[in-house]
């Protein structure tokens, strides 16, 4: 029971926090819109969207340990990765056959919804199974696109993914709310990158803040941020969302919180948690806030 209990660290928990977020705006979009839905799609799409985040992260936490990158990283709440396999490597065979089962499942709840609504879905899971499975070995190589993977993978893919199983279609509306997830979460994975900039370098990755600087970073952290706030005045303003989703901006304002930590400590944010604690904190209440405003 303890071995399993090791396992389950390496699904990092906390962090799966974000996909039942993701997956309620989904729902909350479609009941806004007077969908009737069906609990058990639901449910069926929650599952599927959690073993595709486990499948990510187990499969980043065994390459992560075999590369040899988690003896390089400093653990931090928010990066550096579960430190299981540094300190139990008779885990690693359990941690790949997790992440092996967790695709699995992923890819037998997308095979459920094709065989339900037809093949209008699969795009967005070919999409979805490459980031899962080249996100540590190649993704993470690639500057702009490891940039935008994490809000492709949680705003764009997951959030239009459970909208499509949930209704059976795509909608105009859904895809442009999912715009200030795709950002946030952007920044999310941006920030969690700065304390290992050093540890990844070695290791060959070429990400966003280490191919171009934390100070590029800083501006893109801060463009997204704004261009979140002014994508939902947009919708607001042109009727996609109810004019109290305004609320809504107050989480995204701890994204402000982050920036000055990032201009002050830069690559050593994480010696003050409360920076990299307010980004995610930011990146997870606003589309829940969000889903909320849409129900009531």
Known sequence: MAINMSIVQSMRL?????????VFLAVAIALSQHMNISL?????????????????NTINEYQDFKSGLDFKTKQTPFSGGSGLLPANPNLAKKVYSLSILSVLVTIAVGLYFIFLYGYSIIPLGIIGLLIIVTYTKWINKAAFLCLIAPGLGFGTLIIGGTYFCITGHFDNSMWLITVIPFLLINNLLLLNQFPDIEADKGSGRKHFPIKYGIKASIVVYAFFAVSAQLMLVYLIKTEHLPAYAIVSIIPMLLGYVSFTGMIKLGQNIASQ???MAANVACSILTPLVLAVTLLF
């Open 14 to 22: 906390p962090f799966l926090v974000l996909t039942p977020v993701c």
């Open 40 to 56: 058990l799609h639901v449910l069926v799409s929650l599952v599927g969207a959690l073993a595709a985040h486990i499948a990510v």
């Open 273 to 275: 948690p409360k920076f």
